[in-house]
């Protein structure tokens, strides 16, 4: 993948924002003390009077957000993962989720690739607190291409919506000219009728990788790009499940109530047959450079092409 | 004020507590003390100050009111429905299945302009709606009461930094300050005091209204409000928890307790001999 090019997530979403400005003029932005890192300070250049700091004070700035919405503008309230999700989870339910109003929340630095910060600053419960919300979409980019589909969506969408954007680099593996992005559509990104491979985010290239390594070995891998895990494409999973047999979960996030607990639920009541999640296991990181992290915890295209062959032993 | 409109008033406020007692007795639980304590502030927002349409209550440039203390919703339902925003015979199934009239306030309900109810929310959310006034250059205000223990809450000090920050003129909240908390007094409990110090330091210009239940000084407090330019304003008011039933009134007991058959009867005896005294 020597040349694939890269880019973080985060800058995807601050180029989005301020290339989405002028087609909505209700689209306001506010960070919590962290423009330079969410990138929202490309959107702070560019238009200095619809950017509101909030100040090291999250739990505020989501009702701020809430307030906004309710008189009609659309606000992007950004922030790292784990104090959008973390420290302002209550207030995201009950001031944004249950009144069902037009926020988006820009989550960014959220994983395990948040790397050096450690164990406080990496997020990998937020998926599973943003989807216990009623009415909160939940979207989680793989690459700059999807993550700037993803902002334009969640724009035009009516109602909360909740992104996760990642601090480290990723492979760019979508092409602009041809990328269509559905909310609520998982992608097919190769078929295979061994087993299947659902990926999100910055695992999505990883899985591809996987896949490439178990078709040399003779195994047929398909893999399933889920941006949106809330509301999920059920009929793409059921159909992955009574085909292949056998599916394998992977996210940058804990293994519990994330992406593989979605896929779960999901082909528990469909079509009941074994998955196997890889992400973080029921511990907290810690410290490291963010590529060493990610193979320490299992998040690596080895890691995934062993756990499909011991899948597929059984 | 005029004789003729501050006894409307009275009138007003009186209904207003009756509705109280009417939907905590029939829901069997609520917040009847807190309630009452905002029953003339209630009365006087919404039949004098805000501009609003009970057959618009999504009108964009109306006044918004966020009841930042949400679980003194059976002040605010009551208010709305003498204002005509729906029938009062909704206040009687307050907190029933089915009802429009949930437990803590929501958006869904005509005339509600936020869901709260968990403490410190609300004045975040007025925050957001002053400032996109702001944005709009809409000639509208935001009303956020909020309950003097509620002010225990960090997120209060927050939205109190972000609105002197982006100087929200526009917004107008109002602490009920009536001294009494769930565990007890609030300077016994954790005490927030002193008020109007911490919102000056924190850059609102404060003003402090020593009887919350006369309208001479009500009227005269919000004039005050309105003439201040560059900052955002909170109104301190003084105010007596259970305000208007005899065995109510500082009693912390009745923060959160419903009358049973007997005292509603009393209670509403005593607020049915003060109507009868404001007889226009």
Known sequence: ?????????????????????????????????????????????AYPERFFDCGIAEANMMGVAAG??????????????????????????????????????????AGISVGEDGATHQCNE?????????????????????????????VAHDGPVYMRFGRLAAPILNDPETYRFELGKGVTLRDGTDITIVATGLMVAEALNAAETLAAE???????????????????ICKAAQETGCLVTVEEHSIIGGLGSAVADCVTECCPVPVHKIGVQDEFGHSGPAVDLLKEFGLSAEHIAEVVRESLKK | MDETIKKQLQRTACRVRMGVLTGTFHAKSGHPGGSLSIADLLTYLYFVKLHVDPKHP??????????????????????????????????????????????????????VDMSSGSLGQGISAACGMALAGKLHAA?????????????????????AMFAAHYRLDNLLAVVDNNGLQI??????????EPIDEKFRAFGWYVITLDDAHDFDKIAAAFDEAESVTGQPVVIIQKSVKGKGVSFMENQVSWHGAAPNAEQYAQAM??????LAETEV
Not at chain 1, 93 to 102: A, D, E, T, V
Not at chain 2, 70 to 99: T, V, W
Not at chain 2, 183 to 192: L, N, R
């Open chain 1, 218 to 236: 003779g195994i047929s891998a398909r893999v399933i790009n889920i941006h949106t895990i809330k509301p999920l494409d059920k009929a793409l």
């Open chain 1, 126 to 154: 937020d998926i599973a607190l943003m989807r216990t919300i009623p009415g909160m979409t939940v979207i989680v980019p793989c690459d700059d291409v999807e993550a700037k589909a993803a902002v334009k969506a969640a």
């Open chain 1, 68 to 109: 906004l919405a309710a008189a009609g503008m659309i606000p992007f309230a950004s922030t790292f993962a784990m104090f959008a999700a973390g420290r302002a989870y209550e207030i995201v339910r009950n001031s944004i989720g249950y009144p069902h109003l037009n926020v988006k929340i820009g989550a960014t630095h």
């Open chain 1, 1 to 45: 993948m020597a040349d694939v090019k890269k880019k973080a997530t985060r800058e995807s979403y601050g180029e989005a924002l301020t290339e989405l400005a002028e087609q909505y003029p209700e689209l306001v932005v506010l960070d919590a003390d962290l423009a330079a890192a969410t990138k929202t300070g490309i959107f702070k250049k």
């Open chain 2, 139 to 159: 000639s509208y205000r935001v009303y956020a009461i909020l309950g003097d223990g509620e002010i225990e809450e960090g997120q209060v000090w927050e939205a």
């Open chain 2, 183 to 192: 565990d007890g007094k609030i300077s016994e409990v954790c005490s927030p």
């Open chain 2, 58 to 111: 999504d009108m964009p440039d109306r006044d918004r009111l966020v009841l930042s203390k949400g679980h003194c919703a059976p002040a605010l339902y009551a208010a709305l429905a003498e204002r005509g925003f729906f029938p009062a015979k909704e206040l009687e199934s307050l907190r029933h299945i089915g009802a429009m009239l949930q437990g803590h306030p929501c958006i869904k309900t005509p005339g």
């Open chain 2, 269 to 274: 005896q005593e607020l049915e001999a003060a």
